[in-house]
């Protein structure tokens, strides 16, 4: 029996008596796809993700974290782990990301709701709950650039001299980031991973979440894989972030410039490591969709680039790598 068979009959011991249809509801960058199950009545999100690739687990972990912070993220309503299925709450079918494109004007009030569901999520915070984003997990997926962006996408076999640059960029990004303080992070937590809801976020793909530095969640908003906004718009939201943080004892530096440098830094560590992995998301899974954003993110790392002296041996680089 295969897959979707198997996941009809344990929906069917799941929510018996109804008379249910089951349409696609999302796919993602992972192995998981979604279904949203409905009959005349009520709605229902079912996950299926294969247990030899993904761990639902974590899922089950962090909605629970999520939702004893008081935000609005899906319910587990049942779970099979052995075979990889999960029945969740509905949360809607409109993200922020479609809300956005069709129109920018709700840019405000959405952000706003988003960044004080991040203040929340990070004032949750507590040690030994969810796995550390430390050097080691920094610097692997920084190493996703070197290898599927430069070498495979590119073509550019990097020399020795190339690739101690690249060594000493990695260096001094990961440090930046390993100095600033620790809540939870969502890793993810961007307008495609955003509902309309009520409340409003309704909040997904959390799965990967971790402990690490509190800029992340805050970069990833702003400077989205699938949508992009001037720069003076990323600096009004992340201000305005950051002056929430502050009231609410995040431990933000007290200076925010300092804290935009933060920022961009860590901004730069999941730009490089996105672009590595929408590039192997093409050349080893076949989800070609993906690579038409490189550009976005090139653009990213370029912008932070130029403005640190420290960083400009990364500019003149993607310079030689792009060409």
């Known amino acids: 029996m295969d897959r979707l068979h198997r996941l009809h009959a344990w929906l069917g011991s799941c929510l018996p008596g109804r008379a249910l249809h089951l349409d696609p509801a999302s796919t993602d960058a992972s192995f ?36 004893d912070a008081g935000l609005h993220a899906p319910q587990v309503l049942a779970h099979d782990l052995e075979q990889g299925f999960l ?30 569901a991040l203040v929340q999520w990070q004032l949750a915070t507590r040690a030994g709950v969810l796995p550390d984003y430390d050097g080691p997990l920094l610097r692997r997926e920084l190493g996703l650039f070197s290898e599927w962006y430069v070498r495979r996408h590119r073509g550019h076999v990097l020399d020795p001299l ?32 955003l509902m309309v809801a009520d409340p409003n976020p309704g909040i997904l793909d959390f799965q990967d979440a971790v402990l690490g530095p509190v800029t992340y969640d805050i970069a990833s908003l702003f400077r989205d894989a699938f949508i992009s906004w001037d720069e003076t718009e990323v600096l009004d939201g992340t201000i305005r972030y950051w002056e929430k943080a502050r009231r609410a004892g995040i431990p933000v530096t007290s200076d925010f410039g300092e804290f935009w440098r933060d920022v961009e830094w860590m901004g ?35 912008a932070t680039a130029q403005r640190y002296q420290a960083l400009l041996p990364l500019a003149r680089l993607l310079d030689v790598i792009e060409r």
């Open 87 to 116: 029945l969740l709450t509905d949360l809607g079918n409109t993200t922020f990301l479609a809300a956005l494109e069709q129109d920018r004007q709700r840019a405000p009030a959405l952000f706003d709701d988003a960044t004080s």
């Open 162 to 193: 190339q690739a101690g640059v690249l060594a000493r960029m990695f260096d001094l990004i990961v440090a930046a980031n390993l100095a600033q303080p620790r809540v939870f992070v969502h890793r993810d937590y961007m307008p495609r991973n």
């Open 268 to 302: 730069l560590q999941r730009h490089l490591k996105v672009l590595g992995i929408f590039a192997r998301l093409h050349y080893r899974d076949g989800k070609s969709g993906y690579l038409a954003d490189t550009p976005r993110f090139v653009g990213y790392v370029r």
């Open 32 to 67: 998981r796809r979604y279904f949203r199950a409905f009959d005349d009545q009520a709605s229902w999100i079912v996950m299926d993700a294969p247990p030899e690739h993904e761990d639902c687990a974590a899922f089950i972990r962090v909605s629970g974290l999520l939702l």
